[in-house]
């Protein structure tokens, strides 16, 4: 994949500054807006299909709250360390989670979306497959909590590797950019395709399989020649780029210099999204100065970028 004159825009679980995320009328919309990637975060069902949300805990992003026949699965679990009560796809089959309809996850700072409530199925990652390869756009698959999945016996990378085989996405031009924040996934994926990785990096904290790791050591020139080793791209939180209040940091080029593409996430128009000096008034849900920011980034040679509204990043 050569550099692009330009960032490429991969569109955040689709268009979902404008429908519901991980929709298809969000994809079909990123699509429609000149996105080059669509995004969709994988998660597994009971019967160890793979389905596209942005959390295997889904009482945000579905009706399942709603659904009587399904109270009785409402529980809570520790999910990367962390304590969360809901609904877990791990706890459904296809056939029960198709019967769910999608609603959009942030109704307060997106009312309009809110109008796409209960029109949506959730999709397959074949599905999200078949409607990117119509359409002539890239996929950039994230593999949400793979650990957890493997010690649940659902083994997120067997399962994804054999529909990339069954595909043709395995090799180094395959139009796919395949994300995880956990290390082993990736760099067991390197042994097994040839297909591009991107190690997403935060802000803080570290990988939840690597405990004796940090982002912040993952992004040092040493770290970064370590991540090179298995990734061809880092993703990595915005504002580990632009911290406030707005000088660049060298992480940009000290990633080119080891080999690495870099992407940044996310950039979102809402006012609460943006740094202070991007926001138009007091509104939350207001439009800040979204194109300003992305011409920042694009000044400091960035390759990539996730996007909520992909129309603004065109």
Not at 12 to 27: F, M
């Amino acid at each position: 994949m050569q550099t692009p004159s330009r960032p490429l825009i991969i569109a955040h679980r689709g268009a979902s500054g404008e429908r519901p995320e991980h929709t298809r009328a969000a994809y079909e919309r990123a699509i429609q807006q000149g996105a080059d990637f669509i995004e969709p975060d994988l998660v597994m069902t009971r019967d160890g299909v793979l389905i596209v949300r942005h959390e295997n805990e889904i009482s945000g992003t579905t009706d399942v709250a709603a659904r009587p026949e399904f109270a009785d699965r409402h529980t809570t679990k520790t999910i990367d360390g962390e304590s969360v009560t809901g609904w877990f796809t791990e706890d459904f089959t296809l056939a029960e989670l198709k019967t769910l309809r999608a609603r959009e996850r942030l109704p307060e700072l997106r009312p309009a979306n809110t109008a796409f409530d209960g029109q949506e199925p959730i999709l397959t990652f074949e599905e999200v497959l078949d409607l990117a390869a119509s359409a002539g756009v890239g996929v950039a698959p994230e593999l949400k909590h793979p650990t957890y999945f493997a010690a649940l016996g659902l083994p997120v990378e067997d399962a994804f590797v054999a529909i990339l085989k069954r595909r043709g996405l395995t090799g180094a031009d395959a139009p796919i950019l395949i994300q995880c924040f956990e290390v082993g996934p990736l760099q067991r994926l390197r042994a097994r395709l040839a297909a591009p990785l991107l190690q997403l990096i935060a802000a803080s904290g570290g990988p939840f399989d690597r405990p004796d790791l940090d982002y912040a050591a993952m992004t040092t020139p040493q770290g970064l020649a370590a991540v090179g080793g298995y990734a061809d791209w880092i993703g990595a939180d915005t504002a580990l780029i632009e911290p406030p209040p707005g000088a660049p940091t060298t992480l940009i080029p000290d990633a080119h210099a080891a080999g690495l593409k870099v992407a940044a996430w996310t950039f979102r128009a809402e006012n609460i999204f943006l740094p202070e000096a991007d926001r138009i008034g007091a509104d939350p849900a207001g439009h800040g100065r979204l194109r300003e920011r992305l011409a920042r980034f694009a000044e400091y040679g960035l390759d990539a970028a996730f996007m909520d509204q992909p129309a603004l990043a065109r």
